[in-house]
C-alpha cells in the first residue's frame, strides 16, 4: 500500500495548519518534504513531516 504522509505548514501568514499527502506510486527513498510546496501558500521551506 502506497504511504500516507500529514505534513504541518508553519509559515505565520498561512492558514493551513495540516494535510495529507496520500502517494499513489511507490515513493523512491530519497524523496522528501523538501520537493513538495503546501497547497495554499506555496512555501516549501515551512513544511514539516508530523511525527507520530
Known sequence: MPPTEEIVCTAEDCFLDLFENHYTYEVPDEHEVSELSCPVCGG?????PVEL
Not at 516549501?44 to 514539516?48: A, K, Q
Open 44 to 48: 516549501t521551506d515551512c513544511l514539516e
